[in-house]
């Protein structure tokens, strides 16, 4: 029989963020659940993360993560592990794993993995410490990401665990639903194309706006949604209004419904200037979208250029207008793309093969649980 793990999930997110990280921890812990393991999420009071933890019914803990080094939040990290007799924490921020890391040391020897979407580990005395220290297992989405950690010199490249991210095909099914538009006020066969991501400058999306406006010479009656939000709203929506985009451009903020969302769009992009593993593109293709994304990260690990979507290179925005109006221009290419998408991602990327894979990492580097047998 499989030995059990108990494990701690902590996300020091604020408010209404929700990003691919969160996303894959309360995915992951809930999958975890359903495999017979004990599992918490730990985050902060109000916060978005949180609530979509309940609501996949794992057990919740508040944390205040007031600073990197709070002793009182330490303290009762520390006290939670103890109690509770964990086997692994998992982080997904350096703040939470820099709060997190010697508690589970001085906890009976619980694991710490550090779950980490980009690379965002610098030459530097704090992340040396952290990582060469600490650290037991660092898990990353993509070949490439683990290829660029494994440049640093002082990183111990046998910690670095690649586990694609993964998509429940059984949620996100292909079909065609033109609601969203009519929530807008829009035509339903107006030729609709969409970007889902959070709103900062890593997602390029000043790029697709650019895009949007020679889209827009070629095709008056497109739309074009930026689903999502985050710091740069205000900015972006000037943007709109300088490139005269008002009437095209439909800022849909967040959204929960993201099956009606792929299901409206026609084509799907995604801009980034880098990425991990983009959680929206999986999405997208699961729905059986054809998509247009920059070569970055791994992206390029997940769209294959010319048969399950077009790949270009970062901020040519002429480049995304292009593959934007010949997919529109084109509804067997975008069908077959689109059914070609779906299909790779039920070979490679589900949401059950990185769960297993998660797990086996887990108890590679975890003690079992007394009695747990």
Excluded at 278 to 297: D, F, I, K, Q
Excluded at 349 to 370: N, Y
Aim: charged share 25%; hydrophobic share 45%; glycine share 8%.
């Amino acid at each position: 029989m499989t030995a059990k793990l108990k494990i701690l999930f902590l996300n020091s997110v604020r408010r209404e963020m929700w990003g691919g990280g969160e996303k894959w921890m309360v995915t992951v812990a809930a999958g975890l659940k359903k495999r017979g393991h004990t599992v918490f999420l730990g985050g902060r009071e109000g916060s978005r993360f949180l609530e979509e933890a309940r609501k996949a019914g794992v057990e919740t803990v508040r944390f205040n993560f007031r600073g990197d080094l709070d002793p009182v939040t330490s303290f009762r990290i520390f006290r939670f592990i103890w109690e509770n007799n964990l086997t692994t924490v998992c982080t997904n921020y350096d703040k939470e794993l820099r709060l997190a890391m010697i508690p589970a040391k001085l906890s009976r020897g619980t694991a710490v993995v550090a779950r980490k979407g980009l690379p965002l580990i610098r030459d530097r005395l704090t992340y040396r410490i952290c990582y060469q220290h600490f650290v037991d297992a660092i898990i990353v989405p993509s070949k490439s990401l683990k290829r660029e950690l494994s440049q640093i010199p002082w990183l111990d490249k046998n910690i670095i665990n690649v586990v694609p991210n993964g998509v429940d095909a059984s949620k996100y099914l292909p079909g065609l639903d033109r609601s969203l538009l009519a929530e807008f006020r829009l035509l339903p066969d107006s030729p609709s194309v969409g970007v889902v991501a959070r709103l900062s400058g890593q997602k390029g999306h000043l790029a697709f706006l650019q895009a949007a406006k020679k889209v827009r010479e070629k095709l008056p009656d497109a739309v074009f949604f930026v689903v999502g939000d985050g710091k740069e709203r205000g900015a972006l929506e000037e943007r709109a209004r300088v490139l005269s985009l008002e009437k095209n451009v439909i800022f849909a903020g967040h959204r929960r419904d993201m099956t009606k969302v792929y299901a409206a769009l026609d084509v799907v992009v995604l801009p980034s200037l880098y990425e991990g593993m983009p959680n929206a593109v999986l999405e997208a293709m699961s729905c059986g979208r054809a998509v247009v994304a920059t070569r970055t990260g791994g992206t390029e690990e997940v769209v294959q250029d010319g048969i399950s979507g077009f790949m270009v290179n970062r901020e040519d925005h002429t480049a995304i207008a292009e593959r934007v109006i010949q997919l529109l221009s084109e509804p067997e290419l975008r069908e077959k793309m689109g059914n070609a998408g779906r299909r790779l991602v039920l070979e490679k990327f589900t949401v059950e093969d990185m769960i297993k894979s998660v797990e086996t990492i887990f108890l590679s580097r975890s003690l079992p649980v007394p009695n747990a047998l």
